[in-house]
Every structure is written in C-alpha cells, then in structure tokens.
C-alpha cells in the first residue's frame, strides 16, 4: 500500500495542480486533470446577478462610491378631525349642487319657460317649434312659416318678458311689435296646462275676424291672397295684412293677441303721405292748366257765381288756404276735394242767356278725381 503520509500527499497535489494548468495539448496523452481548478467564492468576488426579465437590456451604473440614496420620510399622519370636516364639506357641496339642479330642471320644465319658448319660436319665423310647444297643435290654412314670416314683415316680435303666472296657469308675457309706423307694446295672457311632467299651452294660436268700413277695403290682401269671410287661426302678433298698390296702406296697427280669442278686427286704409303728396301736386297743376287756357279736358273749375259759363275762367290762382282733401275710394278711386280764390275774369250768362264779362276775386270749388294706379293724371268733376 502507498504512503499517504503528509510529505506524499502534498507532492500529489502539487503534481496534480501542475498538470491541470497546463493547456490540453501540452499534456501527454491519455492524461487527465485529476480536479478542477480552484475558485474564489468571497462575496467581493462574485460575478453580477442577470437583470430580471422583462428589464432592459442596460441598467445606468452607479458609480463605485456612490452614497445610497435617502429613505423618504413618513408623511405626517391626518388627524381624523381634518378627515371629517373634509367630508362633510364635500357632502354640503354635493347636496347644494344637486339642488340647484333640481330648481334649475323644474325652471325649464315651469309654464314660463314653456311660453317664453314659444314666443320666441314666433319671433324667429319658427312655426313648427312654435306648434310643437301646444298640447294640441292648432291646424289652418295661415299656420304656416310662410305666413308667419309675412306676420314678422309687417311687425318684428321684440323685447320678450315674462312677468308671472296668475291663478287659472295664465302666464302673464309683454312683447313688442315694431310696425313702420311706430312700436306697439303688447300686454298678452298665455293659457298653459299640466303636460306630464311639463307644460304646454292650452292654446297656440288666436281666431280673428278681419272687417272693413271704408272705400278702400277692397284694396287690402290677407297673407298675399283675398280677405278671409270667415274667422280664422292666425299666430299671435301682427296681422299678415297688406295694399295691392304701393299708393295704398293700412291704417293702424292691428294684432291679434293670444287672449284675443274670437277677437273681431276692424280695419281701414289710407293713402300713403307720398301718394296725397303726389295727388295733391297734380292738382295744382291741372287747375293752372285751366286757369292759362292749356288743359286738354273738357271741364275744367268755374267761377263761384251763380250762372258761370263752362270753361271761361283766366287768371291767377291763390295758395290754398288749406290743403286739398284726398280721399281713398272703392275700386282704387282717389278723389281730391278743395277751394281756391282766383284773381282774374270769366265770363256769366245774364237773365238772356248771353255771356256777359265778368271780373275781380272769385272762389272756386275744386273736386277731381284719380285712380291709385295713376297718381299724375286728373279728371275734373265739376265744370
């Protein structure tokens, strides 16, 4: 048996030591490292750890001696009073926030905000919104955004205001028309009623009757057409009324309310201010054509006496004391009426029927007659 004695068994590890560092192809063949070769395990010699999956694939170094970094301190801890007034206060804010939108939803949904939403449906030519806004739409011929535009083109719908509601759900509304001829401020009474959870107007829309009494009503036109015989429903506002000739206008302002309800309308005409302008500026033309010998009608105004003979009056006309009266007739007739002193001479049939010469200031009764469509030519009625 081999001696394993001390100085034997460090001769072997020397030897096997030797022959595991040399290379492969140095040692002889056939021989083999005895053991591995010796390795460091100290904690300072240990190889860095792989990064964690999913880490990138580079980590920025730290520098050798770097200080490691601080722990954050604690954050203070609330006190549970804060805690509570902190919640309590969000709980006030909430409730008074889900308040106001309870006020602000039942004050779109109130009987004001329904009729001033109709109102202004009206004011802006918006027929079908307005009617949407009934609790049972009204049906007619002048329902229409048509006529509804023609209402706004007499008169605009201005300065809406919604003043209360009165018992009976009547909800109390001032409005403006702006007619040509000035502003008409409307007092109006807007029926509702209970429709579900909102309301709706128990009415949207005013039955009229239109009449005349003057010569000139013939001239008038309802929504472009004839004047209605019988009454009709009509939007709240101004009345789609208008002249078939540009010398002829209406007189007033006539509107039809919503609390109007079979409300009769009486109407009249005039002639416009430039029409009379006109009529009465060729008046004055014709008398002096007349009074100089160059008119071409066959009667012309006479002498103020008793017996004048047709047609023999020269002279000089005065201004008129007064303006001559122009008046509107049925079938589109203009008559002018007046009187006028004349400087000059004529000539009057004696007790012999034979003209005699006649002199000095005499007065002359005017009356002649116009058509509407024709302002500048003049037809004498008396003479």
Same mark, same amino acid.
């Given at each position: 048996?081999?001696?394993?004695?001390?100085? @034997?068994?460090?001769?072997?590890?020397?030897?096997?030591?030797?022959? %595991?560092?040399?290379?492969?192809?140095?040692?002889?063949?056939?021989?083999?490292?005895?053991?591995?070769?010796?390795?460091?395990?100290?904690?300072?010699?240990?190889? $860095?750890?792989?990064?964690?999956?999913?880490?990138?694939?580079?980590?920025?170094?730290? $520098?050798?001696?770097?200080?490691?970094?601080?722990? $954050?301190?604690?954050?203070?801890?609330?006190?549970?009073?804060?805690? !509570?007034?902190?919640?309590?206060?969000?709980?006030? !804010?909430?409730?008074?926030?889900?308040?106001?939108?309870?006020?602000?939803?039942?004050?779109?949904?109130?009987?004001?905000? *329904?009729?001033?939403?109709? =109102?202004?449906?009206? /004011?802006?030519?918006?027929?079908? /919104?307005?009617?949407?806004?009934?609790?049972?739409?009204?049906?007619?011929?002048?329902?229409?955004?048509? +006529?509804?535009?023609?209402?706004?083109?007499?008169?605009?719908?201005?300065?809406?205001?919604?003043?209360?509601?009165?018992? @009976?759900?009547?909800?109390?509304?001032?409005?403006? #028309?702006?007619?040509?001829?000035?502003?008409?401020?409307?007092?109006?009474?807007?029926?509702?009623?209970?429709?579900?959870?909102?309301?709706? #107007? %128990?009415?949207?829309?005013?039955?009229?009757?239109?009449?005349? *009494?003057?010569?000139?009503?013939? &001239?008038?036109?309802?929504?472009?057409?004839?004047?209605?015989?019988?009454? +009709?429903?009509? =939007? $709240? @506002? %101004?009345?789609?009324?208008?002249?078939?000739?540009?010398?002829? &206008?209406?007189?007033?302002?006539?509107?039809?309310?919503?609390?109007?309800?079979?409300?009769?309308?009486?109407?009249?005409?005039? #002639?416009?201010?430039?029409?009379?302008?006109? %009529?009465?500026?060729?008046?004055?033309?014709?008398?002096?054509?007349? #009074?100089?010998?160059?008119?071409?009608?066959?009667?012309?105004?006479?002498?103020?006496?008793?017996?004048?003979?047709?047609?023999?009056?020269?002279?000089?006309?005065?201004?008129?004391?007064?303006?001559?009266?122009?008046?509107?007739?049925?079938?589109?007739?203009?008559?002018?009426?007046?009187?006028?002193?004349?400087?000059?001479?004529?000539?009057?049939?004696? =007790?012999?029927?034979?003209?005699?010469?006649?002199?000095?200031?005499?007065?002359?009764?005017?009356?002649?007659?116009?058509?509407?469509?024709?302002?500048?030519?003049?037809?004498?009625?008396?003479?």
């Amino acid at each position: 048996m081999a001696d394993l004695s001390g100085e @034997g068994r460090d001769g072997a590890t020397e030897v096997a030591a030797t022959a %595991a560092s040399r290379p492969v192809s140095d040692r002889p063949a056939g021989e083999l490292p005895s053991s591995p070769p010796a390795v460091d395990w100290s904690p300072d010699r240990l190889p $860095p750890s792989p990064p964690p999956p999913g880490a990138p694939r580079s980590w920025p170094a730290l $520098p050798e001696h770097a200080p490691t970094p601080p722990i $954050p301190p604690h954050p203070p801890t609330r006190r549970p009073r804060r805690l !509570l007034l902190a919640a309590v206060s969000c709980l006030v !804010l909430a409730l008074l926030l889900a308040l106001l939108a309870a006020a602000q939803y039942h004050a779109d949904r109130s009987p004001q905000a *329904t009729a001033r939403r109709y =109102f202004t449906a009206l /004011a802006r030519g918006d027929a079908a /919104a307005a009617l949407g806004y009934a609790a049972t739409p009204p049906r007619g011929p002048y329902l229409t955004a048509t +006529v509804l535009r023609q209402q706004l083109a007499v008169a605009a719908l201005t300065g809406l205001q919604v003043e209360g509601i009165r018992p @009976g759900n009547l909800v109390e509304i001032k409005y403006q #028309l702006q007619f040509a001829s000035g502003v008409e401020q409307v007092n109006d009474l807007v029926p509702m009623v209970r429709y579900g959870s909102s309301w709706r #107007l %128990a009415r949207a829309a005013v039955e009229v009757r239109v009449a005349g *009494t003057d010569d000139g009503f013939d &001239r008038l036109t309802f929504a472009g057409g004839r004047m209605p015989s019988k009454p +009709v429903l009509v =939007f $709240p @506002g %101004a009345l789609p009324l208008s002249a078939d000739r540009p010398a002829v &206008r209406l007189a007033g302002q006539p509107s039809a309310p919503l609390s109007g309800q079979h409300d009769e309308v009486q109407l009249s005409t005039e #002639l416009t201010p430039a029409a009379i302008a006109t %009529a009465r500026q060729t008046l004055s033309a014709a008398l002096t054509a007349c #009074l100089t010998g160059r008119s071409v009608e066959p009667r012309c105004p006479v002498a103020g006496d008793r017996r004048p003979v047709p047609g023999s009056l020269r002279g000089t006309a005065a201004p008129f004391p007064t303006p001559p009266t122009v008046t509107l007739l049925s079938g589109g007739l203009v008559e002018l009426t007046g009187t006028v002193s004349v400087h000059g001479h004529w000539q009057d049939w004696d =007790f012999n029927n034979q003209p005699v010469a006649e002199s000095g200031i005499s007065g002359v009764d005017l009356q002649a007659q116009a058509s509407v469509d024709d302002l500048h030519t003049l037809h004498w009625m008396t003479g």
